[in-house]
């Protein structure tokens, strides 16, 4: 079955560089959102999309992230400039949506982004 | 905001004892409270959730307990198989799409 697909699984990089990582959702699914696993961490929460709702930002560590969700359904998570605390497991989740506060999240296998 | 205490951060246990995993929460307003499971190399995975007008509950080898006065919650495996093996997290709410995690409990199961 189609679960939450991200890609790329790893990415390398350069310090300074920029990187995107994308987010497939579950077809269907309203409610998207973005983790972040440092080692040895737990999920520290980045972002979440509900339907056309402003996005909640609030867990963004800082300006040099962003992430957009087009149609709806793809997301892009972008990191400019890249530093070696950005290394990490990018976890992206969705749900079913409808503002419950009690959603079952479904996670892809996370993007582990290594910056040297 | 919300802070989530997960407490050990490493459990090992004999095939077919128990399992206790323990987290605290610090706003009272939470109200949902998930469990998630997390294997080598994927992303974390349901296995159990409860909200806050209930105390208990229970899906065959796993349960989960709420104590809401004292704001903390557990989680117990019992009859632990090998693939019971894996990281897991809790997590707790307030607010819609805001799930804060604990730090995890990594659980090795000893053949």
């Known amino acids: 079955g189609a679960g939450v697909s991200q890609s790329p699984s790893n990415k390398v990089t350069e310090k300074g560089k920029d990187v995107e990582l994308r987010c497939d959702p579950i077809?269907?699914?309203?409610?998207l959102y973005w983790y972040r696993q440092s080692l040895g961490q737990g999920l520290e929460f980045l972002i979440y999309?509900?339907?056309?709702?402003?996005?909640?930002k609030s867990g963004l560590p800082s300006d040099r992230f962003s992430a957009e969700r087009t149609g709806g359904s793809v997301s892009t998570l972008t990191i400019q400039r890249t530093q070696q605390e950005d290394s990490a497991v990018y976890l992206c989740?969705?749900?079913?949506?409808?503002?419950?506060?009690?959603?079952?999240?479904?996670f892809g296998s996370g993007t582990q982004l290594s910056v040297l | 905001g919300e802070n989530v205490e997960q407490h050990p951060s490493t459990l090992s246990v004999q095939e077919g004892d128990s399992a206790v995993i323990k987290c605290t929460y610090s706003?009272?307003?939470?109200?949902?409270f998930p469990w998630y499971k997390q294997e080598l190399g994927k992303g974390p995975q349901l296995i159990i959730d409860?909200?806050?007008?209930?105390g208990e509950k229970k899906d065959q080898r796993i349960a989960v307990t709420l104590n809401k006065t004292a704001k903390h919650f557990s989680l117990h495996i019992t009859e632990t198989q090998p693939e019971d093996s894996a990281v897991y997290f809790c997590?707790?709410?307030?607010?819609?799409?805001?799930?804060?995690f604990g730090t995890g409990t990594r659980l090795t199961i000893i053949p």
């Open positions: 989740a969705s749900s079913l949506g409808g503002g419950t506060g009690s959603e079952k999240l479904f």
């Open positions: 409860i909200r806050s007008n209930v």
């Open positions: 706003d009272s307003a939470s109200n949902y």
């Open positions: 077809s269907g699914h309203t409610a």
């Open positions: 999309f509900q339907g056309n709702s402003a996005p909640d």
């Open positions: 997590a707790a709410t307030p607010l819609v799409g805001k799930l804060t």
